[in-house]
């Protein structure tokens, strides 16, 4: 074709003229807003998304409880950067139609690699708290973990959400008697596992909360009337439910920061799990783990499992990142215990990471917190529904059918 050829023809497609009536008509389909919390959930794609809604929605005392971490925040700045610094490794050709994403933990199936991890004050972040999340992982059909800090009680949760699979994290106190009868409590109520938190000799310095002139429960001072201003609807909720307390602590009388520093034992040691392995006869898992010396110990003095974590951050800033630790930790324990991981995790991207490199289960906090600040129990649902749909996708996009499948060569970590 010559030159001249060239730059004479015009395809048809590039001619210029009017649009016909027809063609305009399948483009015009314009909708009336669509408002309301399910529609706000729906357009949720990300647990990113669901804490900019959480962030809108929720005063800023308890926002920033949730959100924030210990002094610079550098432990949990890590924890995340450490998730985002792997290289995934795909396998190709291989036939992916179906993923199963459940996971054996502690005896038991899970329908998802993931449960729910122990949170404070939850009822503070959004009304249904507790309940909203033992009744969303009932449903999904995975672990939900009660805090002692919680203000849902025992009884209460298991009665809520009767068909779930209801852990209970303690803290054990200075004073045996209490601890011994929460873990009475716990039994009869039907609680399979016990999570004993051993990273809190004292409390950590959360600095936002701090600023933020935080208070259990809220108090209404010029500074959060203002703020409620913006959030009509967390506050209708706050005052026109039950007010909040510590539900499993109902004997406990003083402040806040009493009622910690007779909780968070300074004098804990190896003695003392020794003695609450003797005492407990279901699965025992310690969370707090920040060192391969320490999740040898704790198995060898009785641990079914251990759970990898810093306390998302939220005690000593620039502590170990549960992700970098995990492959040596696996390395030496996959198969004498059960390795659960958590800190970080804010996307379903995250999990198969974790699994990948050696964990057996994960468990997410602010994830799920997020989503019952955008929107109570209906958020928590989506919340879980966004973690296993990026889950399912990683895994197909890696090449995996089912978790049991993945394993280190489908990870690499970065440089760190």
Known sequence: MTKSSETNFTPPALRRRLPRPSELAPLMQFKAPALGTAARLRRANTIGDLRA???????????????????????????????????????????VKDVDLGAEILGKRASLPFGIAPTGFTRMMQSEGEYAGSRAAAAAGIPYTLSTMGTASIEDVAAAAPDGRNWFQLYLWTDRDRSLALVDRAAKAGVDTLMVTVDT?????????????????????????????????WWFNFLTHEPLSFANLSRYSGTVTELINSMFDPTLSFEDLDWLRATWQGKLVVKGIQTIDDAKRVVDHGADGIVLSNHGGRQLDRAPVPLHLLPEV??????????????????GGDI????????????????????????????????????????????????VNKVADLNPDHVRLLEH
């Open 201 to 233: 000799p004292v409390g950590g310095a959360r600095l936002r909360d701090v600023r933020n002139g935080m208070t259990i429960p809220p108090a209404l001072t010029l500074k959060t009337v203002l703020d409620a201003s913006y959030r009509p609807a």
């Open 352 to 399: 198969v990471a974790a699994l990948a490199l050696g964990a057996d289960f994960t468990l997410i906090g602010r994830a799920y917190l997020y989503g019952l600040m955008a929107g109570g129990r209906a958020g928590v649902d989506r919340a879980i529904g966004i973690l296993g749909t990026e889950a399912a996708l990683t895994m197909r996009l890696l090449g």
């Open 53 to 95: 809604i959480a962030r809108r929605r929720t005063p800023k005392a308890p926002f920033d409880y949730t959100d924030g971490a210990a002094e610079a925040e550098i432990t949990l700045a890590r924890a995340r950067q450490a998730f985002l610094d792997l290289e995934f490794r795909p396998g190709i050709l291989r036939n």
């Open 330 to 347: 696996a390395a030496a324990l996959k198969g004498r215990t059960a390795i659960l991981l958590d800190t970080g995790i804010m996307s």
